[in-house]
């Protein structure tokens, strides 16, 4: 199977995307086998974390080969792209249209996650040529906001990222969403006593609450 389907197809299969940005690599690594060890088998490690692209090399070669996509978030330009496929990352995320970055990616078949907010946006960053539309900034409009841009999009893969929590992931759904993206709801799970074990029970809890929604 091409890498770049097989990419995809983990990412559907899911339904979302774990996007781990945290202080520093310790507890990006931390927080991200926590989650994987909940089921995660896709998860954004953001290059906002201080060596984040080592993060990203450790984490791929070591789950990589059991199904797991590990891929680069706030991926702003071209060299940063290119480093991190180096890494290992098998897709990469943009908070804007980054035409450079989805070139380069598709170049060399890395799928490509990229924001947008605005139906112009959104249709621009589909013609771009990105696999998957991170509507970004989510909170700002939420799940309204997803369903009235979803209406004459339908076609559109839309991922939301940021705002999508086991109570209201059923709602983003049937708003017409691809996947999800979610982040603080299980990756600072471990923050109340310092326990990750908690990461790895709220992922399974927000897994569990996506396959019910998709059903």
Not at 77 to 101: K, T
Not at 143 to 168: C, D, Q, R, W
Not at 192 to 200: L, M, Q
Request: charged share 20%; aromatic share 6%; hydrophobic share 45%.
């Amino acid at each position: 199977m091409y890498k770049k389907l097989r990419t995809l197809e983990t990412i559907h299969h899911s339904g979302a995307v774990l996007i781990v940005r945290l202080e520093n690599e310790d507890l990006a690594e931390r927080v991200a086998e926590a989650a994987i060890a909940g089921g995660f088998k896709a998860l954004e490690i953001t290059l906002s974390i201080p060596g984040a692209v080592d993060v990203i090399r450790r984490l791929s070669a070591k789950h990589g080969p059991k199904g797991v996509a590990v891929g680069a978030g706030t991926v702003l330009d071209e060299h940063s792209a290119y480093e991190c496929i180096r890494a290992g990352a098998e897709f990469l995320v943009s908070p804007q249209l980054n035409r450079s970055m989805i070139r380069l990616a598709n170049r060399y078949q890395v799928p490509t996650i990229s924001g947008a907010y605005t139906p112009t946006e959104l249709v621009e960053t589909a013609e771009a040529g990105a696999d998957i539309l991170k509507l970004f900034p989510t909170e700002a409009g939420g799940i309204p906001y997803a369903k009235s841009v979803l209406a004459p999009l339908a076609h559109l893969p839309i991922m939301p990222a940021g705002g999508v929590t086991p109570e209201n992931v059923a709602e983003w759904f049937a708003a017409g969403v691809a996947g999800v993206g979610v982040g603080s709801a299980v990756t600072k799970a471990w923050q109340p006593d310092g326990d990750f074990s908690r990461v790895t029970e709220a992922a399974r809890e927000f897994l569990a609450a996506v396959e019910k929604a998709r059903q």
